[in-house]
């Protein structure tokens, strides 16, 4: 089947303790996205990766990084994780040029 | 990209079809017309897109006016499992960085 995996789906942590939230999609797309979904701004893009060890910075970078060392794996790192980074993440993977994206399941994260 | 407008919110009764207007005035020739949903919380879901033709595919129907200044997403037969926010993004396709943007989108309430 087609998809899109996150993990973890639910994650609560503290202020200043590093995690990753990994993204991983099975139809051998090369285009990757990060989005964040907050109540009241919609949905805004953090990263993107438009092919392996080729990432840029969305609209909303600040506090994120990503890699992107295979086609099918593109990461979310934040180091030094802060309560406004409390949200509703998304990972979405597309064919390059074409708008068809397929987002994973959500990852909500609660920083305390 | 072009500003889309929707309305906040409308009902339809489960087994009639729904129809969701989407105005787009400003729209440019090399537009292309998606539309999302997304069911709460989960990961947005492609539906459908077009540039001036009519399409459908087996979750709806696209209708695009002859000046493309406003379109209509149908679902022929809705169900309680389409209660969603629908959203009318317009895009060049293949634009850089491929970023979807999702504004306030349409409320659908099916009801039985």
């Known amino acids: 089947e087609a998809q899109v995996t996150q993990n973890p789906r639910y994650l609560i942590t503290v202020t200043g303790k590093k995690l990753t939230v990994t993204c991983s999609q099975n139809?051998?797309?090369?285009?990757m996205s990060w989005y964040r979904q907050d109540p009241g701004l919609g949905l805004r893009q953090i990263y993107y990766?438009?092919?392996?060890?080729?990432?840029d910075k969305g609209d909303v970078p600040e506090g994120y990084k990503v890699s992107r060392k295979e086609k099918r794996n593109f990461p979310l790192i934040l180091e030094s994780p802060s309560p406004n980074q409390t949200s509703l993440y998304f990972c979405?993977?597309?064919?390059?040029?074409?708008?068809?994206?397929?987002f994973g399941p959500g990852t909500r994260l609660t920083v305390t | 990209d072009a500003k889309t407008t929707q309305p906040t919110s409308m009902d339809c009764a489960e087994g009639r079809a729904a129809n969701l207007p989407c105005n787009h005035s400003t729209i440019s020739g090399n537009e292309y017309v998606y539309w999302y949903r997304q069911i709460h919380s989960q990961g947005p879901q492609y539906i459908i897109h077009g540039l001036k033709n009519n399409e459908t595919n087996e979750m709806a129907s696209l209708i695009i006016t002859e000046d493309r200044k406003s379109s209509t997403l149908i679902l022929p037969h809705a169900t309680l499992r389409d209660t969603a926010v629908y959203y009318c993004?317009?895009?060049?396709?293949?634009?850089?960085?491929?970023?979807?943007?999702f504004g306030a989108g349409t409320i659908l309430r099916v009801k039985s």
């Open positions: 979405a993977s597309s064919e390059p040029g074409r708008q068809e994206q397929y």
């Open positions: 993004i317009v895009r060049v396709q293949g634009a850089y960085g491929n970023k979807l943007v």
């Open positions: 990766s438009m092919n392996v060890e080729v990432t």
């Open positions: 139809m051998n797309h090369e285009y």
